[in-house]
């Protein structure tokens, strides 16, 4: 299904050598990477004042954080296929990963939560459907991710990505903590033949569009 993609997508086609060519090194300690995001972006929201936040892939715990840091100065959170899901990575592998849930460093809980170890989970004993994972899931009564409660989320998964198999598990965990979160499916939209790079693809501007609609509905007008 994954029909999107410009061009060959092979080494010496123009559109795959200018995607490569915007590729970089990045630090392999996600604990550090986060953190050094989330105070960056948080001084930044001291100067420049409320904003929507958007993240891709790995950046994805930079939007919940950056959120739980500056609670009054985010207005929404787009979440773009968001590094996940929590507590144990898929696909690629079983690792544990994200101890805080949707982060890798501490993220506000009520009641609070001091370690990650005292978030007592539990895995699904079934999938939610045909080719989705089981998800890790906080064992009822839930700790509620207080600062993000009053602020809207939407996590966007297209058709042909490997995150179609677990970006549910993200937005199931998110609504159990209090976050007020939608899960939009691009294929459930009639946007078909995407794959994670969703912005460098041939119909990014229509996917832009179903963003955009989400925010004028969601974000009220000033």
Known sequence: MHSQWPGTGRIGDPAFDAFYATQVPYLADNAQTQRLN???????????????????????PFGWLIADARPKLVKAVVAVEPAGPPFQNTVFGTD??????????????????????????????????PDLVRCWLQQMPPRRLVNLANIPAIVVTAEASYHAVYDHCTVKY?????????????????????????????????????????LARTIPAR
């Open 96 to 129: 544990k990963a994200r101890a805080w849930g949707v982060a890798d460093i501490p993220i506000n809980y009520d009641p609070p939560v001091n370690d990650p170890g005292e978030l007592k989970i539990e895995q699904e004993a079934q999938p939610d459907g």
């Open 38 to 60: 989330q105070q960056a972006v948080a001084v930044l929201l001291d100067r420049i004042g409320p904003a929507i936040v958007l993240t891709h892939s790995q950046s994805g």
């Open 174 to 214: 998110l609504t159990q903590a209090g976050v007020k979160v939608t899960a939009l499916r691009l294929g459930d939209h009639g946007i078909h033949g995407n794959a994670h790079m969703i912005m460098l693809e041939k119909n990014n501007l229509q996917v832009a569009g179903l963003i955009a609609a989400w």
